[in-house]
């Protein structure tokens, strides 16, 4: 209750100031399918008037629902905006404030608890991990399936997720078994169009612009979806509604994804509410509602209790006009040392509350472009509106490491510190710098140059921040790009890390400069906590520079128990059984070196010369072959020469 509490300011007219609004809707007892479109903006549908896409089956579904012309996110954030979404309560109420590291506590009692409560078969489906089943977003639904389940590895530098088309096959599957005799509550969350934007043909080629081409893409994917609905008798009856749970900056306002800015890009989504048998058809809806009144106005349709939410049932009563509707991101502010934003849209007014505050008529300037502050006083009521919401409550959770790598290469910079309320930046004076760093984080190790890892550096120390995972990523490709001092540069403020990655590397850079006791020093701490080898192999190799063949071999030998991929451990183990008269396991050491990383260059060449000894002289010449490419200066003429007179 005393979350709920501190939101009365602003939503003191959501209930006690509506009014009747006819004609009247019922939907009791009818499947409820609720199709969540992850970071769609309104505007870039035909459906709200954007005409460079065709998007016909989102257009069939508008004609037979209702729409809401001027929908609003609460949190342009996929975790927080979901929990609101579910739990009918803003941000600071329900205590999700941001993607990481955040949970939707069980005491929160969410969208399909009240419909499990009342009889309803619920089933989730998601495609991306931020809503996992970690999240607490599962929390009522008997069946929930996401992608932590799904089998195979994925690139880092995106959220474990899954394509629309898999999310809704486990859909359709779940619809064939479910049970006959109880309501159905189904939801399904597509992750298109959020980044990376890969939409297949035809949509890519048809669309230039990459978010037109995934909207075109996840259209079809509803479409079919729809259709699969008609063919099993599922449609017309069902209670079906389809939002997003945010928008997308596309660079209005410098940001070309979302969280660090409350524009109305960002904010404004899709809403339909298709009622059984096509009620209210047609029908759109002017008034602002926020996505907190979808809980209570499906309730309310399907006749369930929604007794104590704070939004409108916008179908039974049809809310002020000049209702507050508050957003907000603290993304900015945990992830970069930023200060939080706060808005609140009444009407056609949108107050953001910054260091540097704005406000937009939203009639007259759709594209919040010009300011009116501080030539104009804000309105009274919105910034008593923003008054009324105060810091809230914080639901967190344990971030595993895997987690962390993922969040950080997608912006989750993390590593800011906390800054006093006075010292906090406005975000929209560093967006930029941030949103190239975004662009260059997806460019770590492609340039010979190591211009984006430079770069990345360069932004990171301009804006005081020191987040441990990315900062890892650029300096292991300094080192590997033979740099090793702008790699201990960049891992200087981590000399203390507990994270055995971030000592395994710093003893690899230790190495590399010459510094072997440091180096070995780092391993053995970095071991009892290292999953990956790494450590190991990095006491073996250090043992293998000291002249220590017999004590390098245990430790290369843990190092690949732990992981065989380790191509450095292969060719020191290689160097060790050929040191011990061993020449065929040293071959085999090194073929299996070469198999996981052919361009390890010393693997090639001790290959190429135990090979010669052995009497293989074809084999020789293949391996030193691979081997000449990759070797600089007096390496490669010595290699080339020994190349020309095996084949003399």
């Not at 007219?13 to 009791?28: E, I, K, M, Q, Y």
């Not at 928008?247 to 509410?273: C, I, K, S, W």
């Not at 395994?504 to 990956?532: N, S």
Request: glycine content about 8%.
């Amino acid at each position: 209750m005393i979350a709920r509490r501190l939101l009365g300011v602003l939503l003191a007219s959501t209930v006690a100031g509506c009014r009747s609004s006819a004609p009247a809707a019922s939907a009791h007892g009818a499947n409820l399918i609720l199709i969540s479109i992850d970071t769609l903006r309104s505007d870039r549908l035909p459906a709200y008037g954007y005409t460079e896409v065709a998007t016909p089956h989102l257009d069939a579904l508008a004609a037979d629902a209702v729409t809401f012309e001027r929908a609003y996110s609460h949190y342009p954030m996929t975790l927080p905006s979901h929990a609101s979404i579910f739990t009918g309560l803003l941000p600071p109420a329900h205590g999700v404030r941001d993607n990481k590291g955040y949970v939707l506590a069980d005491e929160q009692v969410t969208l399909a608890e009240r419909l499990r409560d009342a009889g309803y078969h619920t089933a989730g489906v998601v495609s991306s991990m931020v809503i996992d089943r970690r999240s607490g977003i599962a929390q009522g639904f008997e069946e929930f399936d996401d992608p932590q389940q799904d089998a195979g590895r994925q690139d880092s530098r995106v959220f474990r997720q899954r394509p629309g088309s898999r999310a809704l096959a486990i859909a359709e599957a779940w619809l064939d078994r479910a049970p006959k005799h109880r309501p159905l509550f189904l939801f399904v969350h597509l992750f298109e169009p959020h980044t990376p934007r890969e939409a297949p043909e035809p949509f890519a080629s048809r669309y230039p612009d990459a978010y037109d081409a995934e909207v075109a893409w996840v259209d079809s994917l509803v479409g079919e979806f729809l259709a699969s609905l008609e063919r099993r008798g599922l449609y017309d009856p069902a209670l079906i509604v389809l939002l997003s749970d945010h928008g997308e900056g596309l660079g209005d306002h410098v940001e070309r994804e979302h969280g660090l800015t409350l524009y109305r890009e960002a904010l404004q989504v899709p809403l339909f509410l298709k009622l059984p048998r096509q009620q209210r058809a047609g029908e759109r809806i002017r008034t602002p509602a926020g996505l907190i009144d979808v809980a209570p106005t499906v309730l309310a349709l399907l006749g369930v209790d929604h007794d104590g939410l704070p939004g409108a049932a916008l179908l039974a009563q049809a809310p002020p006009e000049d209702r507050p509707l508050y957003a907000e991101t603290y993304f900015t502010r945990y992830q970069y040392g930023w200060s939080e934003l706060k808005s609140v849209i009444a009407a056609d007014a949108h107050y953001i509350e910054a260091p540097r505050p704005e406000l937009f008529d939203l009639r007259r300037d759709p594209q919040e472009t010009h300011n009116l502050l501080p030539g104009k006083t804000p309105p009274p009521a919105l910034r008593q509106a923003l008054s009324g919401v105060q810091e809230g409550r914080r639901t967190t959770r344990d971030v595993s490491r895997e987690e962390i790598e993922q969040l950080a290469a997608l912006g989750y910079v993390g590593g800011a510190g906390e800054k006093p309320l006075g010292d906090r930046p406005d975000p929209k004076d560093h967006i930029a710098e941030v949103m190239e760093m975004w662009d260059l984080i997806w460019k770590l190790g492609s340039d010979d140059t190591l211009e984006p890892e430079r770069r990345i550096a360069e932004i990171l120390r301009k804006q005081d921040l020191r987040p441990e995972p990315i900062s890892r990523n650029v300096a292991t490709n300094m080192l590997e790009g033979g740099q090793p001092q702008a790699a201990s540069e960049v891992m200087a403020p981590f000399a203390e890390s507990e994270d055995p990655r971030s000592q395994v590397l710093l003893g690899e850079i230790a190495a590399a400069q010459g510094r072997l006791p440091e180096a070995e020093a780092r391993f053995r701490r970095a071991l009892p906590g290292d999953d990956t080898g790494r450590a190991a192999m990095g006491l073996g190799i250090a043992a293998l520079s000291r002249g220590q063949a017999r004590a390098a071999g245990p430790w290369l030998e843990r190092a690949l128990a732990a992981d065989d991929r380790l191509a450095a451990a292969w060719n020191a183990l290689g160097v060790v059984r050929a040191q011990s008269g061993d020449t065929q396991g040293a071959i085999e050491a090194w073929r299996k070196a070469v198999a996981s990383d052919s361009s390890l260059g010393d693997a090639w060449f001790n290959l190429a010369l135990a090979l010669e000894a052995r009497g293989d002289r074809g084999g020789a010449v293949q391996a030193l072959e691979r081997y000449a490419p990759l070797a600089k200066g007096r390496d490669r003429a010595r290699a080339e020469a020994l190349l020309a007179r095996l084949r003399g």
